[in-house]
DNA sequence: CGGCGCAGCTTAAACGATTTAGTGACTCGG
DNA sequence: CCGAGTCACTAAATCGTTTAAGCTGCGCCG
């Protein structure tokens, strides 16, 4: 019953004709003329076998396969890389591809097992092309394949600090996280964040840690480096005793979907991930980018800020 | 410069032998004897060369690659989802494996899109496996590669229930998710908790939404599916002026670090995910799971319960 | 009527690994 | 000195695709 797997030669043995006219046919060569009565035929015996080409063999013999690589690291999946996955699986999979993820411990550290992990699963599948994220936010990967992410974060840290100052604050904080391995587009963001400040003519945030809730003299809200920070921050100042956003306001960036849960529910920043996602897939594949913008970002206001 | 991969061909000319010779060594066939000075000569001429069988050949040959699919769905992967994916990984290439996760869409129900990008995803690769999360999650997968992850359920719901008990706890309500793609799961660790009650001579929990905060008469005490269950039934309550554990007790289920962020704290269920990720990856590959035994589970007192 | 061009096929050679079925060169017992 | 039995190794088939190159008739031009 378990009878093997369709091959094309029984695709081509169905239709009488030989494997390469076969071929020819169910991948539209165009150097190749065929009879529309041929086609049909192959056409139709293809989907009644309910032929599958393998894909091993195909990488075999074209060098690399129809795969995309994504290394997410030890990066939770929730929120915008949630979707940002989404986004790149329908643009990849409306295009003949697939996406498959590799979690574990890559550490980022050259050489290193997880590294090493990478390199093995790579040669192993044999992607069409990599998306790196834990090089991506160490800030050293050469080929940016992220469909313009990084590139659009510094609209939407402007997003997130314009919010802060249209609700009156001039002193503000920026929370960083205290993961060392987010510390390349730590950096980076707070480096937006004080450019967006002078521009609006207010004073340059100031750097405080997630987990320290003394804040310098003045600050009077803070914007977190991501919802995560935003949430640890938010409960050492209930455990302080402290509310926001009275005693200070607090806005997370890049809505995880836990925010909402929090009390008081935090207010951040939604970014279109999705969006970037089908960029970056239409990156990978050479495709041009314009056609695909994401939508800007919005600021979900709740009650945190 | 970018010299073209380094083929087996490329070994066995650099060491003098045949390609069969080299692949002998290289897999450590018993079935041939190759001489110890030879078999040096070959691994030496791999590795000097940095030598890598490709995935795509070898795949097409054995008829199957050395990958493991885990198809996750729509699932987030934080907390356990997280450490599962860890130990499976890691056992995975300790035995040359690699571990791929497809995330998407797919809706568990069959022929509807997800399940078409799934069977695709499996197409291309020939995975030597494939766990599916979301036919596990919907109770309807027949072979379940999940090393023990579903039948280990009971004993950490015991956990779960015998820790409020003994708090003093008579009658517990059991909060189910919203999401109906968990519909199958939950039943079965409601009916768990029912067991666990019935054995320790308590009213068998009663049901209950995250959402609806109103108890049934009497209900001290809630166990909740998981953590996202019990984060939300927390914020709910807040919302309505009611304090854990005071008010309600909440314990949550299956860690997922969010948990401690929020103020009461939520003491929940810790499993040894990576555990049944190490087992997991023992059934794929048809190894005996005794060896490894997932630690039991334990509670994590924090505030809530 | 010879030959050219073209539409519509087929043949066969890759791709890089694994593995079956040998093949020589030895040794050893009788 | 022959036959059998190891040992160490090789030749070649094979997996399923893609694709360059070749082949065959037919129509048409000069």
Not at 87 to 112: K, Q, W
Not at 261 to 266: F, N
Request: net charge neutral.
């Amino acid at each position: 019953m378990p009878r093997s797997r369709v091959t094309l030669k029984d695709v081509a043995a169905a239709s009488g004709v030989s494997t390469a006219t076969a071929s020819f046919v169910l991948n539209k060569v165009t150097t190749q003329t065929i009879a529309p009565a041929t086609q049909e035929r192959v056409r139709r015996a293809a989907a009644d076998l309910g032929y599958v080409p393998q894909g091993s063999a195909r990488a075999l013999r074209e060098g690399r396969s129809r795969l995309v690589l994504l290394n997410a690291g030890r990066l939770p999946v929730t929120g915008s890389l949630r979707s940002f996955i989404t986004g790149l699986d329908t643009e990849l999979s409306a295009h003949g591809h697939t996406l498959l993820v590799r979690h574990g411990a890559t550490t980022g550290i050259p050489a290193r097992t997880g590294e090493g992990a990478l390199k093995q699963a790579v040669d192993i599948v044999d992607p069409r092309a990599v998306i790196d994220l834990v090089r991506l936010y160490a800030d050293e990967d050469p080929d940016r394949l992220d469909g313009g992410w990084i590139d659009g974060l510094a609209a939407h840290t402007a997003t997130q600090i314009d919010y802060l100052i249209g609700r009156g604050h001039s002193r503000i904080g920026f929370a960083m996280p205290a993961d060392e391995r987010l510390a390349g587009i730590a950096r980076l963001r707070f480096q937006q964040a004080c450019a967006v400040a002078r521009g609006r003519g207010v004073a340059e945030p100031v750097g405080v840690t997630g987990e320290a809730v003394e804040m310098p003299a003045g600050v009077t809200a803070v914007a977190a480096f991501d919802d995560d920070v935003a949430l640890r921050l938010l409960s050492v100042m209930a455990d302080r005793g402290l509310r926001a956003p009275d005693d200070l306001a607090v806005i997370g960036f890049d809505d995880s979907g836990y925010g909402e849960m929090w009390r008081p529910a935090l207010t951040t920043v939604r970014i279109d991930a999705a969006g970037y996602g089908r960029r970056a897939a239409r990156a990978v594949l050479g495709f041009p980018l314009d056609a695909v913008a994401p939508d800007p970002s919005i600021v979900v206001v709740r009650t945190s800020a």
